[in-house]
């Protein structure tokens, strides 16, 4: 598949665009040390700062920006509007460049509308962000979180229903897909079509 690239987007040279990737309109990626996989998908106005890894399959939606230091593993959904930050202190007048903090968004994690992502922490795999939520933390694989500060309200099946556990367990009601799940972690005993097992 062609990589596709809006001619009102602007691609640095340098970047590493995969194969199949889309990039639309009014779209900015730097080019220092940026590595995008094949199949992405960059909505409007979406912007890819430097030193940013991108796995196969992410779907960035409109208005997000992806500051330096952020990593995305495969088939990670930004959704509208999500924020990245890469300065915990920032200040207008005090130049932090080399205070960037790294961000890793683990493969199949999901970041709804208009949450925030504060720089410096990881989002286990398959993780479900909710819309408006801000994280400060790690939060485990699997975690449901929401509100602001954002807490782990519960968990989710890798094909996005959420889990019902029972005595330790819990089965997806849509993949039937299995879990052991304790007060802190969520294990899966069996993914069913999951793009992991591939």
């Given at each position: 598949m062609e990589?596709?690239?809006h ?8 970047a ?8 639309w309109?009014f ?7 940026v ?8 909505g409007?106005n979406t912007y ?6 991108i ?10 920006s ?5 990593e ?5 959904f930004c959704g509208?509007?999500?924020v ?9 007048h005090?130049?932090r460049k080399?205070e ?9 994690v999901s ?7 504060v720089c ?10 909710a819309a ?8 485990p694989?699997?975690?449901?979180a ?12 890798h094909?996005?229903?959420k889990?019902?556990p029972?005595?330790g367990h ?20 069996a993914?069913?079509n999951?793009?992991v097992?591939?």
């Amino acid at each position: 598949m062609e990589t596709f690239i809006h001619p009102t987007a602007i691609v640095d040279p340098g970047a590493v665009i995969g194969a199949g990737t889309k990039i639309w309109h009014f779209s900015h990626i730097c080019g220092q040390d940026v590595s995008i996989g094949p199949e992405c998908s960059f909505g409007q106005n979406t912007y890819v700062g430097n030193k940013v890894k991108i796995g196969r399959g992410c779907r960035v939606q409109n208005n997000v920006s992806l500051y330096d230091m952020v990593e995305l593993g495969d088939y990670v959904f930004c959704g509208p509007s999500a924020v990245f930050t890469n300065v915990v202190n920032p200040r207008a007048h005090v130049s932090r460049k080399n205070e960037f903090k790294k961000t890793v968004i683990g493969s199949g994690v999901s970041l709804g509308a208009n949450c925030t992502i504060v720089c410096g922490v990881e989002i286990g795999r398959f993780a479900f962000v909710a819309a408006g939520a801000v994280v400060t933390e790690n939060l485990p694989a699997f975690a449901l979180a929401v509100g602001v500060p954002a807490r782990v309200k519960g968990w989710m099946c890798h094909c996005g229903v959420k889990l019902v556990p029972a005595n330790g367990h819990a089965g997806c009601s849509a993949c039937g897909s299995k879990y052991n799940i304790t007060d802190s972690a969520c294990l899966p005993v069996a993914l069913k079509n999951c793009f992991v097992e591939k």
